[in-house]
């Protein structure tokens, strides 16, 4: 985890500065999110980045409680709410494993472009999953990179240790749906724009 997030506190402005590479996807993912969302939930977004969706979503929920490993990112997100006067999103450095959110507190739990880099994904997903209320949501984007290039596991050991890539998993969309349902989830909803594309899924825990 030290060595992903060196990587990420490394490269935080940079990423501050990209477009969204597909922002057509990326504006009908935070409106199907928003089909979903009431003014009254209490939302956790686990691997905010620089905290731009959260930022957009702060005007659809009561509270969003948005986490990163990467300090820098934090630092960069802060910022962004303070300019835009955004005031109930809580920025903070941490992991979901840190966390220790009371057993079905949350209404949704948003972890978008995150569970590949995390090294142990059922876990997170469990720990989602104790999380959330009944009948709750657990809103995920996720690059399944198993999909196209199944061969990428074999060097990402090498990139991790020249220092050109963070942890990443290799898995693909169908194994994704698989955690989540035996995690207990239902899938309520499920898109993927192209097959090289993440795929992004509504997941409900049972009322």
């Known amino acids: 985890m030290a060595q992903s997030t060196q990587f990420w506190d490394k490269i935080a402005e940079k990423y501050a500065k990209q477009p969204i590479a597909d922002e057509a996807s990326y504006q009908k993912k935070l409106a199907v999110t928003r089909d979903y969302f009431r003014p009254d939930m209490e939302v956790l977004e686990i691997g905010c980045g620089t905290g731009s969706t959260a930022i957009l ?68 997903i469990a720990s989602v999953y104790r999380m959330l209320k009944p009948g709750g949501l657990f809103i995920t984007s996720t690059v399944c990179i198993g999909d196209t290039m199944s061969w990428f596991k074999l060097i990402v050991p090498i990139g991790r240790v020249l220092g050109f890539f963070p942890f990443i998993e290799v898995f693909t969309s169908q194994a994704l749906a698989n955690s989540l349902t035996q995690a207990g989830f239902e899938l309520d909803y499920q898109w993927q724009p192209s097959r090289d594309k993440a795929v992004f899924i509504v997941a409900k825990k049972p009322a």
Do not use: C
């Open 57 to 124: 979503h702060a005007p659809y929920v009561k509270h969003i409680r948005a986490i990163d490993f990467s300090g820098n990112m934090i630092a960069i997100a802060q910022g962004k709410a303070e300019a835009a006067r955004i005031y109930n999103v809580t920025f903070e450095q941490a992991t979901i494993e840190a966390l220790g959110v009371p057993d079905q507190s949350l209404d949704a739990v948003l972890g978008l472009s995150i569970l590949h880099l995390l090294p142990n994904k059922e876990a997170a």
